[in-house]
Antibody
Framework: QVHLVQSGAEVKKPGASVKISCKAL????????MYWVRQAPGQRPECMGW????????KYSQKFQGRVSITRDTSASTAYMELSSLRPEDTAVYSC??????????????WGQGTTVIVSS | DIQMTQSPSSLSASVGGRVTITCRAS??????LNWYQQKVGKAPKVLIY???GLQGGVPSRFRGSGSGTDFTLTISSLQPEDSATYYC?????????FGQGTRLEIK
């Protein structure tokens, strides 16, 4: 069964960085790209970036450009998202989601369980 | 970025009833539109892909339609477990973007 398992909750001070992992289980990691999405309390999901897990190529949303870095370790079937210069408004649930094509249409078909990040002094 | 706007923001309906949620894109996105259901404390779950394709395992009472800029999600024969927030999402171009959500309460 396909699963994405994320690392645990984090509490950070403003200005710090956070790095979250997302381990893929039940499928070939490099066959599907991965999104990172965050959702602040009561808000819509927001795409932060994307990684081609085979080549390592990345795309970042302009909103997070310069603060986010998405990487992967193919030997561990794990993707990582690091967000730097944290501020209180970065408090949110951060999730990885598999980039999948259903009948040629792109979806996020499997999601990690989410990692809560709290930024507070 | 493409802006996605849903309406209504919330609605309430009875068991057995039917509801329709609309989603509008700020520019044409062909049929690159997905619908997700999110229950409290859970990750979103894809219901509809490509505007009208039913994701495997999703009941047929969920139906999507539309193309271009205007889309709808219709849920028939409402069940208590349909209580959730529903999001549309465009996958036409990066970054993918979501609507603001529609909260559905089942009475």
């Amino acid at each position: 069964q396909v699963h994405l398992v994320q690392s645990g909750a984090e509490v950070k001070k403003p200005g710090a960085s956070v790095k979250i992992s997302c381990k893929a289980l039940g499928y070939t990691f490099t066959n599907s790209a991965m999104y990172w999405v965050r959702q602040a309390p009561g808000q819509r999901p927001e795409c932060m970036g994307w990684i081609n897990t085979g080549t390592g190529d990345t795309k970042y949303s302009q909103k997070f450009q310069g603060r986010v870095s998405i990487t992967r370790d193919t030997s561990a079937s794990t993707a990582y998202m690091e967000l730097s210069s944290l501020r209180p408004e970065d408090t949110a649930v951060y999730s990885c989601a598999r980039d999948w094509y259903s009948s040629g249409w792109r979806t996020m078909d499997v999601w990690g369980q989410g990692t809560t990040v709290i930024v507070s002094s | 970025d493409i802006q996605m706007t849903q309406s209504p923001s919330s609605l309430s309906a009875s068991v057995g009833g039917r509801v329709t949620i609309t989603c509008r894109a700020s520019q044409t996105i062909s049929k690159s539109l997905n619908w997700y259901q999110q229950k409290v404390g859970k990750a979103p779950k894809v219901l509809i892909y490509g505007a009208s394709g039913l994701q495997g395992g999703v009941p047929s009472r969920f139906r999507g339609s539309g193309s271009g800029t205007d889309f709808t999600l219709t849920i028939s024969s409402l069940q208590p477990e349909d209580s959730a927030t529903y999001y549309c999402q465009q996958s036409y171009t990066f970054p993918v973007t979501f609507g603001q959500g529609t909260r559905l309460e089942i009475k």
